[in-house]
């Protein structure tokens, strides 16, 4: 079982191989790759730093803990209707997307993220909507 914070749900959508160091990029490479092969992979949802931030790299700041990541957590939970301590598949994650979520959003909920402008979020939550799902990572 993986331990996601509410932020991570999107980012985990727009995935395509970037990063913040190369130990981020493989832990989120082999994430995003398990939960591609295996929808049924169990998620914890956790309030916090989370599996992904723990290979968060040292230099700069560690944004893990600003207040401003716990807000877009908590939103993105809301706006698709989960809760932090809920335990679900990978698969039901992308099903509250499909119900839930539409591109779009990312331009509201995620306003302040760095990785925004390069559109792969919003083409991401398309790709759930067309029951792609993950997006292969080379």
């Not at 957590?73 to 994650?93: F, M, P, R």
Request: hydrophobic share 30%.
């Amino acid at each position: 079982m993986y331990k996601l914070r509410g932020h991570q749900l999107f980012c985990l959508l727009g995935y395509r191989g970037m990063g913040y160091s190369q130990e981020y990029v493989k832990n989120m490479t082999q994430l995003h790759q398990k939960l591609r092969r295996d929808p049924m992979t169990k998620i914890k949802l956790v309030n916090g730093p989370d599996q992904l931030c723990e290979k968060y790299p040292n230099s700069g700041e560690y944004h893990c803990q600003n207040d401003s990541i716990y807000e877009r957590d908590a939103v993105i939970l809301e706006k698709l209707g989960l809760n932090i301590g809920q335990i679900l598949y990978w698969k039901d994650i992308e099903l509250h997307v499909k119900k839930y979520v539409v591109p779009s959003d990312i331009q509201t909920v995620c306003e302040t993220c760095s990785w925004r402008s390069y559109g792969v979020c919003e083409e991401g939550i398309q790709e759930i909507h067309e029951g792609k799902g993950l997006r292969e990572i080379r």
